[in-house]
C-alpha cells in the first residue's frame, strides 16, 4: 500500500516516474506502473509494486539483461491470450539450471 506520506511505494515507485528498465539502459520513460507486464499485484502478503526496483543497481551494472527484459515484456504486452503469455513466460526457463526451473 502507498504510502502517503512520501508518495512512493514500498519499493520506492513514485507516482509519475520513470521506469526502472529503461532508466537501466540510459532511457527515460514512464513507468507504466499496472499497464506493465512485470507488474507485481498486490496481494495479502506483499505491495503492489515494481519488481526490478529492488535490484535497480544490478540492473543499471548489466544493461543487457534491462534489455533483455523489455524485450521479453513486448512480447508479453503482443500476446493475445493466455496460451501465448505462457509460452513467452516459459521461454526463460529454457536457459535456467534444471533445479532453477519451474
Known sequence: MPAASTGRDPCGVTEGSLCTLHLA???R????RDSCAFW???SPHDDAGC???PVRLELEARPGVSHWLLGLRRELERARD???QLRVRSAPNGM???GLRQ
Open 82 to 84: 493466455a496460451d501465448q
Open 96 to 98: 535456467l539450471p534444471p
Open 40 to 42: 507485481e499485484p498486490e
Open 51 to 53: 519488481p526490478f526496483e
Open 25 to 27: 539502459v540510459g532511457e
Open 29 to 32: 520513460e514512464p513507468c507504466p
